[in-house]
């Protein structure tokens, strides 16, 4: 069966200090992987994604970056945190072949990071 | 361009009552639709999907949901609430034959009442 792990669950940075999250998934080859933020325990705001090695998408332009060295590992860094960007930062993976899987999204445990 | 709305940021009901939560779509061609849950400090967990078939889908913890393609609905229900029902719901979906990404709601407030 397919699991995935994400660390560390709570981290408090002062500002201007960097980050860095991970995110491993095991038991599927090839996946989708996404990092996600969640303000306040409300809505889900997508922040990147990548459909293979070395290959990330940025949905929205940020503080933030995130890279791929592994097929199933998905990386969350900043060089310089900022008060803003604190939040529960949730990792995923689904598999999205057309006419093979249906795309649903798997997620973490989430990590809470705290800005100070 | 796909989209879910969940109109309603907080539903409340009181234990052992029926519930509803609501959710639209909007779509090209036939959907994928979704509903995860969230506990407070947890990641999200698949509660069921449509795919394809009977509109009435059942899922994990008593919970089912109901496609409706003309109303482009997908409204989430449970018979009997329980306090432990309380969580922050999403509804999400992708259109099928695609490869976009799943589109979520911004996920609604379930307070159940003892």
């Known amino acids: 069966s397919q699991t995935i792990h994400q660390w560390p669950a709570t981290l408090v940075q002062p500002v201007g200090s960097p980050l860095s999250l991970e995110c491993t998934v095991e038991?599927?080859?090839?996946?989708?992987l996404y990092w996600y933020r969640q303000a306040a325990g409300r809505g889900l705001q997508l922040l990147f994604y990548s459909v293979g090695i070395g290959q990330i998408s940025s949905e929205v332009p940020q503080n933030l970056s995130a890279s791929r060295p592994q097929d199933r590992q998905f990386i969350l860094s900043s060089k310089k945190l900022l008060l803003s960007d604190s939040g529960f930062y949730l990792c995923a993976w689904s598999v999205l072949e057309v006419g093979v899987a249906t795309g649903e999204l798997f997620f973490g445990e989430g990590s809470r990071l705290t800005v100070l | 361009a796909q989209s879910v709305a969940q109109p309603e940021d907080q539903v409340n009901v009181a234990e052992g009552n029926p519930l509803t939560v609501k959710c639209t779509y909007s779509?090209?061609?036939?959907?994928?639709l979704f509903w995860y849950v969230q506990y407070p400090n947890r990641g999200l967990q698949f509660l069921l999907k449509y795919i394809t078939g009977d509109n009435l889908v059942k899922g994990s913890y008593g919970f089912e949901a109901e496609f409706n393609k003309s109303q482009t609905s997908f409204h989430l229900k449970k018979p009997s609430a329980l306090v432990s029902d309380s969580a922050l719901y999403f509804c999400?979906?992708?259109?099928?034959?695609?490869?976009?990404?799943?589109?979520f709601g911004t996920g609604t407030r379930l307070q159940v009442f003892p």
């Open positions: 038991g599927t080859s090839n996946p989708n």
């Open positions: 779509v090209s061609g036939n959907p994928y």
């Open positions: 999400a979906v992708r259109a099928k034959r695609s490869t976009d990404k799943l589109i």
